[in-house]
């Protein structure tokens, strides 16, 4: 769907905290897996908000566009008050519409859910993160819940497309149409509409409190969920938490022109600079970079590398109860391509 | 934020909610003491100075944020009034609109994205 990046050049936005470290891991080890592919380093972050007054300036989402695809490394974004999310300003401007992020239990983490495997679509442009408020009056504050019928019928679409793609026999949409009977309310109807001409996929619906529950109790049941924006944001954050944490959590968003692979976790300030930091969840997505380029191959020569380093345990970062660093573990990965 | 107080609170503007079938709506840029500083869609700048990708315009609603070009004046309520009659006279299909409020030098209402 999106660019297939014709030049072999990737977009690299560090991000902050340990978000240059972690994407140095990244660096090193395509050097030695995908030496072909080049990296441009853009500005973003506490560097950009210093030197152009925006967490991610305009000429930084420019190039993105430009070269259709980037890895994304962690930006932060002040509660109540300050700039906007760097992320969702990224998503918004390159129409960057499916957030994609896979739940798969993965060998060596430590977790009480080991036979997870499912993904969840989220939609990555609409809904509360239009982020369109205001005060009514002193003491009242609104939000506007904005979806369009085109925003719901192209993110369920991908969805059912990619449940093909993966060969998922179910696909569950995610809502809160009990209570939301028009907004959500017409995302459920476009998903029952379009699950019509996908007849060899099982179109389920679960209201979104209930969701959550099934996730904590039963996750095994679920193979491919599509939902809204806010939902999305949550249920993948707790789908990561099943399977080890946001630090082994891998993360896409897909655009029809352009797209960005991120690591979902913070940018955990605390441990910055120390080189302690555990790059999985940004490898992770890289993978996902390599498959989305059509480079399958290299693509599974790097998951055999991470998961049978995490699986044998002995080169460990902090996060999974081992005391190696950044520079071992990427070393270990290095050595097993 | 502390809550506002009744006494600093003051109206510096007005966002338009606008129908257009045929993409970015043409709007007047001032009307009455007002500038147009954005159109957004979804929440998302779309005008001035954007390039957008050609998918991105989605909906059929944009918001128009028109603000008073004067911040010294203590009473915009004739300014918005002659806002809406003057859009509505110029044919803009307006659906929705939101008072846009300040306290002292805080604004209380969010920024569009881009």
């Known amino acids: 769907m999106a660019n297939k990046n014709a030049s072999n050049k990737i977009a690299l936005l560090e991000g902050d905290g340990i978000g240059p470290e972690i994407s140095e891991a990244v660096v090193q080890i395509f050097s030695k897996l995908s030496p072909d592919l080049q990296w441009e380093k853009l500005l973003s972050g506490e560097q950009a908000l210093k030197e152009k007054n925006s967490p991610l300036p305009t000429e930084s989402v420019e190039r993105v566009r430009a070269l259709g695809i980037a890895i994304k490394g962690p930006t932060g974004t002040p509660i109540g008050k300050g700039h906007n999310s760097a992320n969702v300003t990224l998503r918004k401007s390159l129409d960057l519409f499916a957030n994609v992020r896979p739940i798969r239990s993965i060998p060596g983490v430590p977790t009480p859910y080991p036979n997870v495997d499912f993904t969840i679509v989220r939609e990555n442009t609409e809904d509360l993160y239009a982020a369109i408020e205001y005060y009514s009056s002193p003491q009242t504050v609104e939000c506007l819940k904005v979806l369009t019928r085109p925003g719901c019928e192209r993110i369920i679409r991908y969805a059912f497309e990619l449940a093909k793609k993966l060969k998922r026999t179910q696909l569950t949409c995610v809502h809160k149409a009990n209570i939301m009977k028009l907004t959500d309310g017409m995302f459920l109807d476009t998903f029952r509409e379009i699950s019509k001409q996908y007849s060899n996929i099982e179109a389920k619906d679960v209201i979104v409190d209930n969701m959550c529950m099934q996730l904590v109790t039963k996750p095994e049941q679920f193979q491919m969920v599509v939902t809204l924006n806010l939902y999305g944001d949550i249920v993948s954050d707790l789908g990561a938490g099943l399977i080890g944490g946001l630090g082994v959590a891998a993360g896409a968003n897909i655009g029809s022109t352009s797209a960005v692979f991120e690591a979902v976790h913070g940018t955990a300030p605390d441990i910055a600079g120390k080189g302690m930091a555990n790059p999985t969840a940004l490898l992770l997505s890289s993978i996902m970079m390599l498959e989305h380029l059509d480079r399958f191959e290299e693509a599974e020569r790097l998951r055999k590398a991470i998961f049978s380093v995490l699986e044998e345990g002995k080169v460990r970062t902090r996060d999974l109860k081992g005391s190696a660093g950044t520079q071992d573990f990427t070393n270990a990965i290095i050595q097993r391509l | ?114």
């Open chain 2, 1 to 114: 934020m502390a809550e506002p107080s009744n006494s600093s609170f003051k109206c510096v503007g007005l966002d338009v909610f606008v129908i257009s079938k045929s993409g970015l709506p043409a709007m007047p840029e001032k009307v009455e003491g007002l500038k147009l500083e954005l159109i957004s869609e979804r929440g998302l700048k779309v005008w001035p100075n954007v390039t957008l990708n050609k998918d991105s315009i989605l909906t059929d609603t944009f918001r128009c944020r028109y603000l008073l070009e004067n911040e010294k004046i203590a009473d915009s309520t004739q300014q918005i009034n002659s806002l809406l009659k003057t859009l509505s006279e110029k044919g803009a299909e307006w659906t929705e609109a939101h008072k846009l409020w300040r306290n002292g030098d805080q604004d209380l209402y969010s920024k569009a994205y881009g």
